[in-house]
Nanobody
Framework: QVQVVESGGGLVQAGGSLRLSCAASGRTFSSYAMGWFRQTPGQEREFVAAISRSGGTTKYEDFVKDRFTTSRDNAKNTLYLQMNSLKPEDTAVYYC????????????????WGQGTQVTVSS
């Protein structure tokens, strides 16, 4: 089992950057593929990015390609999401999640979730 806690959210102007972190507990962080999702009120949770257990494979939703980068440091049990060129439509609560085996964009297949961190992008 793993527990994850997100941090790094906040208020930023359009065009700015933020880096989210997701700290995982336990000694088996490297056993989990990780994903980032986001959600706005009244909307379903949507996929943002995912990374394999080793960090060698990543996957992004089209609307964040070339702007967001996910990475992980298994020695530090931490997942990152670097967000550049932020847009007002990126405003959402961002969640990290863990799943056993390979990466996936399906939030229903993730087993462990954080509480989320709010990202607000002003125009």
């Amino acid at each position: 089992q793993v527990q994850v806690v997100e941090s790094g959210g906040g208020l930023v102007q359009a065009g700015g950057s933020l880096r989210l972190s997701c700290a995982a507990s336990g000694r088996t962080f490297s056993s989990y593929a990780m994903g980032w999702f986001r959600q706005t009120p009244g909307q379903e949770r949507e996929f943002v990015a995912a990374i394999s257990r080793s960090g060698g494979t990543t996957k992004y939703e089209d609307f964040v390609k070339d702007r967001f980068t996910t990475s992980r440091d298994n020695a530090k049990n931490t997942l990152y999401l670097q967000m550049n060129s932020l847009k007002p439509e990126d405003t959402a609560v961002y969640y990290c999640a863990a799943r056993i085996f390979g990466i996936s964009s399906d939030y229903g297949t993730y087993n462990y979730w954080g509480q989320g961190t709010q990202v607000t992008v002003s125009s």
